[in-house]
């Protein structure tokens, strides 16, 4: 990613101006790190864990009706872990010691999401294709292949969570395993 270094420097000025922050990380709500600065913490299992909870914390926010998903707090024993939107497709999680003063961590996190947010969108506008491929030759006649299901097409859970709101389902979607069932009458 081309903006990696301006990420990883929006991250080291974080940590600069909240001295009570241990870590803090930039990954794709796909689970990749994007950038991190979290000495003692492995990075990939932090971002995957990231995604896990970003998935849950969508999920409760769209079925409270809360809107789209803005941050996560979670508080330990010896201190805590906070996760930001940050863009449409990446989220800020950092680490913090229990004596952090919450309000500091929230508004310096916000900004730094909201930058690191607008250099990873601009990342990747600037990687989609610039021209469209070729078109494809005429098929062959004859029967047409079946068409290969592959693990993401088998299962929901497969899917990357968005950040903005979700659309209301179709109903030729079925309702997932935690979704109640309802019926409609026309």
């Known amino acids: 990613m081309a903006a990696q270094p301006e990420i990883l420097a929006e991250l080291r000025q974080l940590r600069?101006?909240?001295p009570q922050l241990t870590g803090a990380l930039v990954a794709g709500v796909d689970g990749l790190v994007?950038?991190?600065d979290t000495p003692g913490v492995e990075a990939e299992g932090m971002a995957a864990l990231t995604?896990?909870?970003?998935?849950v914390a969508v999920r409760l926010a769209?079925?409270?009706?809360?809107?789209?998903f803005r941050e996560l707090l979670v508080r330990g024993?010896?201190?805590y872990v906070a996760t930001y939107a940050a863009g449409e497709s990446a989220v800020l999680t950092v680490l913090a010691q229990d004596r952090v003063n919450v309000g500091r961590l929230h508004l310096e996190s916000r900004r730094c999401g909201t930058r690191v947010g607008e250099l990873v969108d601009a990342a990747e506008r600037?990687?989609?294709?610039?021209?469209t491929p070729p078109p494809a030759a005429a098929p062959a006649?004859?029967?047409?292949p079946a068409p290969t299901r592959t693990a993401a097409a088998r299962t929901?859970?497969?899917r990357t969570p968005r950040l903005t709101t979700t659309e209301p389902r179709t109903a030729t979607e079925p309702p997932t395993a935690t979704e109640p069932r309802t019926t409609t009458e026309s």
């Open 126 to 131: 600037t990687r989609a294709p610039a021209a």
């Open 77 to 79: 024993v010896h201190g």
């Open 156 to 158: 929901r859970s497969a």
């Open 62 to 68: 769209d079925t409270t009706g809360r809107g789209a």
């Open 34 to 36: 994007l950038a991190h």
């Open 51 to 55: 995604a896990t909870s970003l998935a």
């Open 16 to 18: 600069a101006r909240v």
């Open 141 to 144: 006649p004859g029967p047409a």
